[in-house]
């Protein structure tokens, strides 16, 4: 009596699980019938918000229903997070992260959204690469000069400027100090508009930032470019360096943009966005479009997605504790 009581149970389990799997398809297969909102934690007119702007451009024309950004600014982007996190898990809504996703995981307390629990990636979209860029009083005519200036240098002779104190940038300088056994000085702004006019005054000698903040000064002559981070050299700047190149290979810090959708999103309507996506990212004109934005545009799928954001946590992680990098600090 108890074995047909068992066998009873598990059978109305695998209907219901099979009910579950037909439903999520048939969603899927439906999939959008109604606009979908893209949730931008960034100021409408940067890189990230005219990338996501291309995205959504393309997925409206793709399925012929309406892909909106929506702009979210404000606590680090952690305002734009929560309210993606508490979204219906149905497609519908999307958020787009940054590295700073997955720095808030290791040095924002008490954040109002579990990064692990709360959300599914869904594709990463591109990657900015980072540039050494100096005043032009530096001697240093390129990166291997600037290295050997560096290295002849006191502990905290040279210091480096980033947009605020534990951000990316932060991440990329300390990093940097930490292959080549540089003690450098940190000097945080508030802003990208500051650390330009830093750079160009030479209160500040150098940073490591996404290039297109220093691009038209460097055009301009006022910054010097020694090295980038990547596989390949910027399109806009042909002739610098990779850091590979220069001589520094293990060096290679890039910011990541993504997709992510509330946890419980079916699997099929992932998958859906996750291809649509990927055939997106090799159109020719959404790569030429993301590179004039300063972006390599890449295409990841879901469960790689969610290796390179398990990575980039992980590389951050040992950063932030060998310089002992603190809230606020």
């Not at 497609?91 to 959300?119: E, M, Q, R, W």
């Not at 100090?177 to 005054?201: M, R």
Request: glycine share 6%; aromatic share 6%.
């Amino acid at each position: 009596m108890k074995t047909n009581l068992f066998n009873r149970r598990i059978l109305l389990l695998c209907a219901a699980l099979a009910c579950t799997a037909a439903h999520a398809q048939e969603s899927a297969a439906s999939y959008p019938s109604k606009p979908i909102h893209i949730f931008v934690p960034f100021l409408a007119g940067g890189g990230a918000d005219a990338a996501a702007r291309l995205v959504a451009q393309k997925l409206t024309d793709k399925w012929g229903m309406q892909v909106i950004v929506e702009n979210r600014p404000g606590g680090n982007t952690v305002i734009a997070t929560q309210a993606a996190a508490r979204s219906a898990a149905d497609g519908y809504t999307l958020l787009l992260v940054n590295s700073t996703f997955a720095i808030n995981t290791i040095l924002t307390p008490n954040l109002p959204y579990d990064a692990d629990k709360d959300f599914t990636p869904v594709s990463a979209v591109g990657a900015t690469p980072f540039l050494m860029v100096v005043h032009p009083s530096v001697p240093a005519q390129n990166f291997r000069e600037m290295m050997s200036i560096l290295k002849a240098s006191k502990p905290g002779e040279w210091n480096f400027a980033t947009v605020g104190s534990t951000g990316v940038g932060r991440i990329a300088g300390e990093q940097f100090a930490q292959q080549t056994g540089v003690k450098l000085q940190h000097i945080p702004f508030k802003g990208a508009a500051e650390v330009v006019t830093a750079l160009v005054s030479g209160d500040v000698k150098f940073t490591i930032d996404p290039p297109s903040t220093h691009i038209p000064q460097i055009r301009a002559g006022k910054l010097r470019p020694l090295a980038v981070t990547g596989t390949s050299r910027l399109p806009s700047l042909p002739d610098v360096p990779t850091f590979a190149e220069a001589g520094m290979p293990e060096y290679d810090i890039r910011m990541f943009f993504g997709l992510l959708a509330p946890s419980a999103t079916p699997k099929p309507i992932v998958a859906k966005l996750s291809a649509a996506i990927t055939e997106m990212m090799n159109l020719p004109d959404v790569k030429e479009r993301m590179r004039t934005l300063e972006f390599v545009p890449i295409a990841t799928g879901s469960d790689a997605f969610a290796s390179l954001l398990k990575t980039e946590n992980e590389r951050f992680a040992r950063t932030i504790k060998t310089a002992d990098i603190k809230p606020g600090q």
